[in-house]
């Protein structure tokens, strides 16, 4: 193996390390602040903003690690199982969502757009868990909430994932 490729895969690494770890200190941070919303459990999703850099930067399957590995690791660190699964279910229904759209979609979708289909999906992800471990399904009639609550958060997250983008492009950070 040469030099270059070595210094790359060192480089591509350490990137999504870096991701991954970001993820988590947002996710800590986010935990701290308190959130007087209209709809009870509803966040931000600052963590999401890594995920939608990888989304863009990444290929899917360092994507699928970044945001696997921060939620692991943030709920091994500060969470609890009950928080693991929604985070999981959460978070991997918007990678999917979001890598989908991006693939098939990337002309028709602002990074703004996708970023909101995320936090939909986020949403929706938690939401069938909450149903499956209370055993009914009238826990989804608080989706329509989520989703007006979705849309400023994924406006956000999307305004800062473009800002990071475009910095991390510009810098050569990656590829």
Known sequence: ?????TSGKTRLLVFISVLVAQGMVLSFIERMIPFPFI???????LANIVTVTAVYLLTFKEAAAVVLLRIFLTAATFGSLSSFLYSLAG???????????????????SLIGVSIAGAI???LGQLLVASFMINSFLVLTY?????????PTGLFVGFVARYLI????RVNMIR
């Open 1 to 5: 193996m040469n030099q270059k490729n």
């Open 39 to 45: 709809a009870p459990g509803a966040k931000l999703g």
């Open 91 to 109: 978070g991997v229904l918007s990678l999917l969502v979001m890598a989908g759209i991006v693939k098939v979609f990337r002309n028709d979708f």
């Open 121 to 123: 999906f986020h949403n």
């Open 143 to 151: 989706l329509p909430i989520l989703m007006i609550v979705a849309i």
């Open 166 to 169: 475009a910095y991390l492009e």
